[in-house]
């Protein structure tokens, strides 16, 4: 599956669905720059729906993104595309260098 994104970058839902050691698994979303230059911050949109054929009981009004990479959270926005009331993207940023990747995990917010 492909998920829109400006500027060209190449996102990816990673089927790889992968156990964390508790009661629910993340999904990892690979976004790669196949261009010669360093984009970003650039954002980074990806279908509500991809999420949830992927993962039905995927909370997607409670989610967050955290880069592989650095173990950091991103900020992150859910977009009404349509205005029907209803959330149909998740937005967030990425930084990529020229020809690079980077992978980010998606997961349900913890509430405390």
């Known amino acids: 599956m492909k998920a829109r994104v400006s500027n060209q970058l190449t996102v990816?839902?990673?089927l790889l669905m992968f156990s964390c050691g508790t009661a629910h698994d993340k999904l990892v979303v690979t976004i790669s720059n196949p261009s010669e230059f360093?984009?970003?911050p650039e954002t980074v949109s990806i279908?509500?729906?991809d999420i949830s054929l992927i993962d039905p009981d995927m909370d997607l009004e409670n989610l967050v993104v955290?880069?592989?990479g650095s173990?950091?959270?991103l900020l992150t926005q859910l977009?009404?595309?349509d205005l029907d009331?209803?959330?149909d993207q998740l937005l967030f940023q990425a930084h990529l260098p020229a020809?690079?990747?980077e992978e980010f995990e998606i997961d349900r917010k913890s509430v405390v």
Do not use: H, I, Q
């Open 99 to 101: 020809g690079g990747s």
């Open 85 to 87: 009331g209803a959330y």
């Open 47 to 49: 279908p509500l729906a």
């Open 38 to 40: 360093d984009r970003g």
């Open 71 to 73: 173990g950091e959270y």
């Open 66 to 68: 955290k880069s592989v």
């Open 79 to 81: 977009f009404d595309e």
């Open 12 to 14: 990816l839902l990673t």
